[in-house]
């Protein structure tokens, strides 16, 4: 057994624990089981989709949606309402940011703690729609509009 990175205590809590309560739950199942099924067809266990979806989520909190929360979150100082969570950054503006696509560039790059907590703005799929749209256009002024 490995132990922990960093004795530090970790901001998470176990997907695995709570299905009513995360949207993870149904994809770490599911991983496990085609890891299952693939290994009693083939006779060869290959982990590396479960691993790297573990890897890739098990360190960030899970989105908070629309509950506010105390805890760092990515901005657009240039609408100080469009916060957005760590897990929808790297699953949206990350890549348009890899991208280099202009708009990313006004998100902070780092989290930032806010005095009153925040709610994320990017989980619905209408809000992703919207940036994305925005996006595509270099539009501020119409993502303003509609986050606000």
């Keep these: 057994m490995s132990r922990p990175a960093s004795p530090a205590p970790c901001p998470a809590t176990c997907d695995l624990i709570w299905p009513s309560k995360s949207k993870r739950w149904e ?3 599911d991983l ?4 299952a099924t693939a290994t009693v067809d083939t006779g060869r266990r290959d982990s590396r989709k479960f691993t790297a979806y573990v890897e890739k ?4 909190p899970e989105c908070p949606r629309d ?6 979150c990515y901005m657009m ?8 969570c760590e897990e929808c950054y ?7 940011r890899q991208r280099g696509t ?9 989290p930032t703690p806010l005095p009153d907590g925040f709610s994320c703005q990017l989980y619905s799929d209408r809000m992703r729609r919207v940036w994305q749209q925005a996006v ?3 539009d501020l002024a119409f993502l303003r509009l509609r986050v606000a």
Excluded: G
Excluded at 32 to 35: A, H, P, Q, S, Y
Excluded at 77 to 84: G, L, R
């Design 90 to 96: 790297d699953e949206t503006i990350k890549p348009d």
């Design 77 to 84: 100082p240039t609408i100080a309402e469009f916060t957005v």
């Design 32 to 35: 496990l089981l085609d890891t």
């Design 57 to 60: 989520f098990a360190h960030i």
């Design 102 to 110: 202009q708009l990313t560039t006004l998100f902070n790059t780092t």
């Design 67 to 72: 509950n506010v929360v105390e805890r760092p």
């Design 136 to 138: 595509a256009n270099n």
């Design 27 to 29: 994809a770490y199942v």
